[in-house]
């Protein structure tokens, strides 16, 4: 049974940071490509950032690139997303997801074969 479990949300102001973390367990995590969408409160979920299995070639959304860095520890079948310099329209709630399957589409969400429960950012302004 895959399980994929987020932590490091809460509550920033503006321009500080926080790290995500998406913990795994019944997943061959090396072999999976991993990623971060968010879905803001009356919008549709949004791509954020993803990392490939075996090269960790890295996407990111427009919208947070140079602010936010993902990562992987595949010892630790953890992945990671440090956020920086955030701002009120980061405030979403931040999903985990991972696919085992090739992935062409980093920032398709039917892409992904697992998802974990979410995470809330809130920045204040």
């Known amino acids: 049974q895959v399980q994929l479990v987020e932590s490091g949300g809460g509550l920033v102001q503006a321009g500080g940071s926080l790290r995500l973390s998406c913990s795994t367990s019944?997943?061959?995590?090396?072999?999976?490509?991993m990623a971060w969408f968010r879905q803001a409160s009356g919008k549709e979920r949004e791509f954020v950032a993803a990392?490939?299995?075996?090269?960790?070639?890295?996407f990111y959304s427009d919208s947070v690139k140079g602010r936010f860095a993902i990562s992987r520890n595949n010892a630790k079948n953890t992945v990671y997303l440090q956020m920086n310099s955030l701002n009120p329209e980061d405030t979403a709630v931040y999903y985990c997801?991972?696919?085992?399957?090739?992935?062409?589409?980093?920032?398709?969400?039917?892409?992904?074969?697992?998802w974990g429960q979410g995470t809330q950012v809130t920045v204040s302004s």
């Open positions: 997801a991972a696919t085992t399957s090739p992935l062409a589409l980093p920032s398709n969400t039917n892409k992904y074969n697992y």
């Open positions: 990392i490939l299995r075996y090269s960790g070639t890295t």
């Open positions: 019944g997943l061959t995590f090396s072999s999976s490509s």
